[in-house]
Each structure stands twice: as C-alpha cells, then as structure tokens.
C-alpha cells in the first residue's frame, strides 16, 4: 500500500514562492503511476493542481500554468511542486496523491494534506 | 477545461435513508467519472471509480450510475459513519476537475 506524506513551509509570503515535496513509501515512484497536486482552499471544494509521470512528463492546470513546475526525483522517490507569485488565493491545503491505472488513471491514494498560508 | 456540476449542494438525512447525490459534466466523459468522500479535516477518499467500481473496502450501499454526461451516487441505507462531503471527479481529461461538493448531513 503505497503512502504519501507532503512536507514544505507552512507559511509563504505574498508575491513568493510555495515549494513542496511529497516522499513516497511502499512502492517505487517509477512505476505505472502518475503522481498530482491537489488543493483545498480553507471551507471550499478540491483544485486539481497538476500531474507528473516518472518520466517527466507533466499536465498542469491551465488556470495554474505559468506559475508551476512539477519534477521528480527517483533517487529519492519523491515528487515537489512549485508555485510562483503567490497570493493570498493560493492559501489552501495541498495535497499529494497517486493515480493509479485502475480505469484510466484514477486518484486512488492521498497524502494527510499541509496547510499553506500565503501572508506576510 | 470540463466542468462538473453538483447537486445539491448539501442536504439534510437521517440514519436509514436513501440518499441519491448527482453529477452532471459540461461535456460527455465516458464512464471516467468518480466519487470521493472526505470529512472534516482529511483528505478525499475514493469511493467509485469509472462510474460504478466499488473501491477495496468500501462499504456495498455506496453504487454509482449513469453515463456520458449524467451521473449518480446513491446511498442505499446511511449510516453514521457516512455524514461527510461528497465530491465528482472526471479523469477523462485534464485538467482533472471536481464538483463543488454535496455535505450529507443531519
């Protein structure tokens, strides 16, 4: 059973630059997985943030794009995210989860979430 | 960018009924359309995917229905343990998006 834990500053101030990593345990980051970001505002519904695949190959949410960059890293199986320019609107918890190849590809395992706070 | 349209937005039950939550996409997805549940202060879990799938685990009065751009989730006896929000998902295309939510509550 693979799990996920995210881990970055929890606070970030405005016009700055969010930076998380997501470490995962109990499967390897190379396999047949793609692995995302998605974030909750405090009170509101879920954003799908973004996607990468181990070999780099990513999706990002046009809303979003511009200001994202997602990377892997193999050796130490764990994937991060960075947010540029941020605004208060980006405070949100964000979490990271798996995709897996279940019907297409389906989010089916998330990490415990971190709250990001955007203020100076 | 697909939307995902929700309905309600919160309802009220009580133990025992059945309660029917649906989903509506801005374009047809297919059968690429999942159910998350998340209470308050964890993260979504999947509950259905690919319309009508049970996940490992979940419990069998959760079913989903529909097809190309209508969808549902029904609860056929609520229990306790099931007052959370309840979220769509289409995984036909990126940007993967969400509905806005329906809070299942006494």
């Known amino acids: 059973q693979v799990q996920l834990q995210e881990s970055g500053p929890g606070l970030v101030k405005p016009s700055g630059t969010l930076s998380l990593t997501c470490v995962v345990s109990g499967g390897s980051i190379s396999s047949d997985n793609w692995w995302s970001w998605v974030r909750q505002p405090p009170g509101k519904g879920l954003e799908w943030i973004g996607e990468i695949y181990h070999s780099g190959t990513t999706n990002y949410n046009p809303s979003l794009r511009g200001r994202i960059t997602m990377s892997v890293d193999k050796s130490k199986n764990q994937f991060s995210l960075i947010l540029s320019s941020v605004t208060a609107a980006d405070t949100a918890v964000y979490y990271c989860?798996?995709?897996?190849?279940?019907?297409?590809?389906?989010?089916?395992?998330w990490g415990q979430g971190t709250l990001v706070t955007v203020s100076s | 960018d697909i939307q995902m349209t929700q309905s309600p937005s919160s309802l009220s039950a009580s133990v025992g009924d059945r309660v029917t939550i649906t989903c509506r996409a801005s374009q047809s997805i297919s059968s690429y359309l999942n159910w998350y549940q998340q209470k308050a202060g964890k993260a979504p879990k999947l509950l259905i995917y690919?319309?009508?799938y049970l996940q490992s685990g979940v419990p069998s009065r959760f079913s989903g229905s529909g097809s190309w751009t209508d969808f549902a989730l029904t609860i056929s006896s609520l229990q306790a343990e099931d007052f959370a929000t309840y979220y769509c998902?289409?995984?036909?295309?990126?940007?993967?998006?969400f509905g806005q939510g329906t809070k299942v509550e006494i």
């Open positions: 998902q289409q995984s036909y295309s990126p940007p993967q998006t």
């Open positions: 989860a798996k995709s897996g190849n279940i019907f297409g590809y389906v989010t089916d395992s």
């Open positions: 690919g319309v009508s």
